[in-house]
């Protein structure tokens, strides 16, 4: 016997031996992926804040309360504005530093520094903007006391840098370190927090986009027929359909001096409001620039806001109802915190108890209420940009017949990873050259409307006095912006804080001048008013619709429009304002204020909803809510009428089409007709506008609303005519769209038109303005949240706007809804996009997300009793050394 023979143990199979290290090699990437996945989860949580117990903070004088409710959302009460304003900045770094950090690379256009090579162009539009340094300049001029609030707060936010450093700060860091492992953060500085403001001015800076659309739209058509081209897509005001916001200005008398008219006032000073005798009736009815506006909100399809505020005559209650939804770009985290400042005791020395919503970055609340008033924004939509056509020799600009120098500073783009890139910026009297920065702007000087060497305004020579550009030297574009010069808006966001009747709010809103927005106001007396505010401009001979010629003194602003000759209303008759960003005014007023309203469509609904409901029986805060949620679908409507004799061939665009004659036109997140209608909606308008020799731009859903409108109750109007695809006639438009909308949708939701849902073609996905956008799914799957079915559209009350032509995915928002109820603060109900916290995975991240599509809003305390009863975590800060 062989000594194999004394072997009896069998021979693993290959079958086996492979099974077992299949088990050991499984079981070694269980552990790897269990100790990764605690390392990930310790990398996460280390950064979520404390929120409970004590903590020893250098720089207090004294000890401060920071209550946090269920929702995460912190009252602040401490003795002196030095304490209050320095932890609210210690607890917004404690909940958005990176996004706070990432704000201020961007408005200093310095985004560069952290993300590399890629953002080298947007640094280099933004520097040439100019944000920080006009911050800068605004710091400088702020009094003593608002300078300390400023100063207060940076200190608080740096003190909480000084305790936590890379990972500890937001996971962000510790992404970013894998790219950029040198990176720190500075400390922070009040202009930081200021030119934040640069950045939402930006964000609501209205017609820029239309007025360059226009300008190349003029300058490929054939000047025969331009300017009747440019005037009917781009249509007038629709004051015969929808209102405007101050349909009688109210004038003030001097009565006591309780109420103190604004410091930039030229005339008296009073109390009480009178009204004016005349009225006028409520009428019923891909670029650097983009890559600029992704990272602080688009001013795309959307922008705008709607607020309202009803007079105690028509509540239930007998005292004022106020609500407001601001429309901008959708973000991750949201745009706002939610937070109340109190003074422990209320007093000239610390004069705050105010709730709101603030700017994480920013010191103070932007909208919300205090003890006595509160008060609410919409973007005014007034012109306050120009673009001005210059022409350029060398170092040298024409102005009025001679060589005048252009002011040029240089500056340096530093880049992680790179080199550094040095950058010349060249402005004149106008403002920066921003052709050759982007696309369009580069357009514009390549190919300005000219007619015999002079610029034209749609096709005719432009108004004013008529001088051919100089025949020498480049054309170049320069951009004129309010938000360009200093200004005080610094200053307004406290007195608006401790405003206690009208005239101090008007007070407050006379130094309220970039962003321009309309200011409505209601007090625990019953009164409710409006005020327009802003930095409004007075033009020489154009008025901006165009680019104007730069080489023209003629054409230069002309000064600004007197605060006390802004649109005011105090107490109308109708006992209700509604502000949409519709004109506020009609033609008569005296001053030109924009081309460029939105239409009116919301305005025009919500007020109708107002006088449907006060018909019905006294308001209540409910009923607001519900308004603030109105789907109704005004291009919907038109459409399914015009339909109903409109035929189509086969069964499953029939069917499609059946849906419309039952459809109320709202967009219901569940309605297959809404999502029939939306999509029928956009293939109609890219057949009459886009699919042409010359395309039309397909911006302002609103906009388009009027000309398809008026085009629906003229079978004849020539641009149903459309040879490139075929169409005669507005049956066969009609047609065209109507086969096309039920291919399109069909393929995305099968071809049973009874299970279509507009929530889902709608949805939202929230997305991370930097890591949720890397293109790295893993990355980005730790930062978006999402998709959420959502209601609504483009030109509607519930404005969750979605970008014609491109996708039906929601991409403006309204970024929160509140309903003020001034006969009870405490059940007042707030909600916004996403949540109190900036890190990702924390309980607060987008805990009112879900609600916030469901339209539900929930009560947030402010009585001390109350906010004592909502607590679920105290955080006692107190002074260290």
Known sequence: MTSDSTNTAPRPSIAGRIGKIAFIVIAALLVIATAAAFFLTWTIQRSFPQTSGELTVKGLKAQVSVQRDDRGIPTITADSTDDLFFTEGYVHAQ???????????????RVAEMFGPSQAGTDAFLRTLGWRKVAEEEVAKLDDTTRGYYEAYAKGVNAYL????????????????????????????????????????????????????????????????????????????????????????????????TNAAPASFTGSSGAEASQALATVEWKQASNVVEAASMMIGDAGEGIGSNSWVVSGKLTKSGKPLLANDPHLGAALPSVWYQVQLRCSTVSDACPFDVSGYSFSGLPGIVIGHNAKIAWGFTNLTTDVTDLYIEKVEGDKYWRDGALVPLDVRKEKIKVAGGKDIDLTIRSTVHGPIISGLTEDFTALAKKPALENGRLTSGGSVADGPQLGAPATGEYAVS?????????????????????????????????????????????????????????????????????????????????????????????????????????????????????????????????????????AGPLVAQDLRDIQMDDEMWIGKQLAIAMENVKVKGDGPKAAVELLRTWDAQNKADSPAAAYANVLWSNLAKNVFAEREVPMPLSDQGRLFTVVGKMLE??????????????????????????????ELSGVQGSDPARWNWGSLHAITLTSSTFGESGIAPIEALFNRGPYPVSGGSSIVNATGWILGESYATT?????????????????????????????FDEHYTDQTEDWAAGVQRPWPFSTKAVKAATVDTLSLKPGK
Do not use: C
């Not at 909940?95 to 256009?109: L, N």
């Open 812 to 840: 403006t928002v309204p970024s929160m809804r509140m309903v003020i109820d001034l006969a009870d603060f405490d059940q007042s109900t707030w909600i916004h996009l996403t949540g109190a916290s900036g890190h990702a």
């Open 714 to 743: 003229n079978p004849e109007d020539p641009l149903w005519v459309n040879d490139r695809i075929g169409v005669k006639t507005m049956d066969e438009m009609l047609t065209k769209s109507a086969e096309q909308a039920y291919t």
């Open 479 to 615: 951009l004129r912006w309010t938000a360009l010069d200093p200004g005080t808006t610094a200053s307004a966001i406290f007195a608006l804080s401790t405003a206690k009747d009208f005239g101090e709010f008007r007070q407050a809103a006379s130094l309220f001048d970039v962003p321009a927005q309309n200011l409505i106001y209601a007090d625990t007396e019953g009164n409710i008013g409006y005020q327009a505010p802003g930095r409004l401009p007075i033009r020489g001979a154009g008025d901006g619709w165009l680019p104007q010629p730069g080489w023209l003194s003629a054409y230069d602003w002309a000064g600004y429009i007197p605060f006390e000759k802004l649109p005011v209303s105090y107490n109308p008759a109708e006992g209700y304002i509604v502000t949409a960003n519709n004109a506020i005014v009609d033609d008569r007023y005296p001053y030109f204020l924009s081309r460029d309203w939105d239409y009116g469509y919301r305005a025009g609904r919500i007020a109708h909803l107002i006088e449907r409901a006060a018909a």
């Open 95 to 109: 909940d958005r530093f990176f996004e706070m950090d990432f704000r201020r690379h961007v408005t200093a256009g």
């Open 162 to 257: 000084s305790a936590h450093k890379g990972a500890d700060l937001s996971l962000e860091y510790a992404v970013l370190g894998l790219q950029n492992p040198g990176y720190e953060p500075e400390p922070w500085q009040p202009a930081d927090s200021v030119a934040w403001l640069k950045a939402m001015a930006w964000d609501l800076r209205t017609n820029v986009e239309d007025e360059t659309d226009r300008a190349l739209l003029a300058a490929k058509l054939d000047p025969a027929v331009s300017a009747q081209t440019l005037g009917s897509v781009y249509p007038g005001y629709p004051f015969d359909r929808n209102p405007v916001i101050v349909p009688k200005i109210t004038q003030f008398s001097v009565t006591d001096d």
